[in-house]
């Protein structure tokens, strides 16, 4: 293939923006879920023989897959607790995409490197973390409690003599792992990814909200261990009780980490930062970027108060790379897996500068004043029961034996979009509100639609 001219990659750059520009303007008014999606590979049709002018390759795939859209970035997607893009993230992110660059060092790219530097203190500020705690950009919570998990798994294998980095978990001293019995699936993930297994779980009591009961916790810990702690219940988003929790650890010599994916960011919000009093005593934390930031996908943080524990689990070096640390510039490689790894700084700074101290704040209560308005409103309703408190953006409701049926017929009302789950044996309607462009009305809009499902399901 040969280069294309200046003036062809700029149009083509612009009709990208423009339908990107387009799509997001109608993302609020059309069906939060598609109803058809049985034409998207016809449409793409079959691998071509020859090449492709790219404004053809790019019409196609906009046109095959639109129509197959959720629209999460808009302001009735209330399912897996996910945020929407903010507009300035939207386009820091398209320029990252534009820029190309890969986040290793300051050799691959300075640019990046310094940006994430900048974005990572800031995020630390933000969320009331040690500021001398070391940080990564992963892709999100996952990759966040995996990295959080990995460090520990160091520190506390070093405190007993053992270098897990060096001669693996084969004969190395037991180490376990204490969590509770309502702990995020992503944990048991990590443990699997790191070779713990999920055998290593010593599940602790979880209380009638589901956080962690801290008696039980205590007669959990003997010998090395790590602790893991939640700032946002899955399912209710309770949080435990850090200050408690970490000083009982601590004096049994124990790892805490915090699996904050969402409920971290009320520390960002004055009203609520009570509920994450004692966080900052922890030894790492995990939270996405691409929930309550509201930036795109895929993004997420893990800070470590260890730096040399965190580096020691994640870097690696050979003999053909150069740039690590140079110049007091942060090597981004250092503190995640991955060493091609995309520029997600960029996005993350953008969102922090346009919304600012205040803005992030205000954000996080007002999506919570939202949920409670979702569980007022709901619970006014006849047949309808929210079961759990409301302390964060999350919302549990129950319709007895129809709530499957309920959730169902309300997804395919393309109103909005919410999920269920099970949760001490109960089949209920999950309602997460972190959307910045959610409204008052945009509930208003759900609830009408949920009663409506309720009133067609009783007497259809």
């Known amino acids: 293939m040969k280069p294309r001219g200046k003036e062809e990659l700029r149009g083509l750059l612009a009709e990208v923006a423009a339908r990107v520009a387009g799509y997001r303007e109608s993302v609020a008014d059309g069906p939060v879920f598609p109803h058809d999606t049985t034409g998207v590979r016809e449409k793409l049709g079959d691998l071509p023989e020859k090449p492709v002018p790219p404004a053809d390759v790019i019409r196609r795939l906009a046109d095959a897959v639109e129509p197959a859209l959720v629209a999460n970035t808009g302001p009735r997607y209330f399912g897996f607790v996910t945020g929407g893009a903010l507009e300035a993230a939207t386009a820091a992110d398209m320029l990252a995409t534009g820029w190309d660059q890969p986040a290793f060092n300051k050799v691959t790219s300075p640019a990046a490197a310094i940006v994430e530097e900048v974005a990572g203190e800031w995020l630390k500020d933000v969320l009331g973390l040690p500021s001398g705690a070391s940080f990564g950009f992963v892709t999100g919570g996952q990759g966040a409690n995996t990295v959080g998990l990995a460090a520990a798994r160091h520190h506390v294998l070093a405190r007993a003599g053992w270098d897990v980095e060096r001669r693996g978990l084969h004969g190395a001293p037991p180490l376990r792992v204490i969590a509770s019995e309502e702990r995020h699936a992503t944990i048991d993930r990590s443990l699997r990814l790191l070779g713990l297994g999920t055998d290593a779980v010593k599940p602790v009591r979880a209380d009638g909200q589901g956080a962690i009961d801290i008696a039980d916790l205590a007669k959990a810990l003997d010998g090395p261990a790590i602790v893991c702690l939640q700032a946002g219940n899955v399912n209710t988003g309770a949080f435990d009780d850090f200050a408690a929790a970490t000083e009982i ?107 600012g101290r205040a803005g992030i704040a205000e954000m996080v209560e007002r999506c919570c004043a939202l949920a409670r308005r979702f569980a007022e409103k709901l619970e ?47 089949r209920l309607m999950r309602i997460s509100v972190s959307n910045w462009s959610t409204t008052e009305a945009d509930v208003d809009r759900a609830v009408a639609a949920i009663q409506a499902a309720r009133k067609s399901e009783k007497h259809g």
């Not at 499957?404 to 099970?422: K, L, N, P, Y």
Request: glycine share 12%.
């Open 249 to 355: 650890a601590h004096r049994h010599g124990a790892w805490v980490h915090v699996d904050g994916a969402f409920g971290l960011w009320a520390a960002a919000a004055p009203s609520l930062r009570k509920l994450t009093a004692g966080l900052e005593t922890a030894d790492s934390w995990a939270v996405d970027g691409h929930k309550w930031l509201n930036v795109p996908y895929d993004s997420g943080y893990a800070f470590c108060a260890h730096p040399e524990s965190h580096r020691a689990a994640m870097a690696l070096t050979a003999a053909y790379l150069t740039g690590q640390g140079d110049g007091g510039v942060r090597a981004p490689s250092d503190f995640v897996p991955e060493s091609s790894r995309r520029a997600r700084g960029f996005a993350t700074w953008a969102a922090l500068s346009e919304l």
């Open 380 to 426: 006014a309703s006849e047949g309808i029961t929210v079961v759990s408190d409301v302390v964060l953006n999350q919302v549990l409701v129950g319709f007895g034996d129809e709530t499957d049926r309920i959730v169902e017929a309300v997804q395919r009302s393309g109103e909005c979009w919410m999920g269920a789950t099970t949760w001490h044996g109960r």
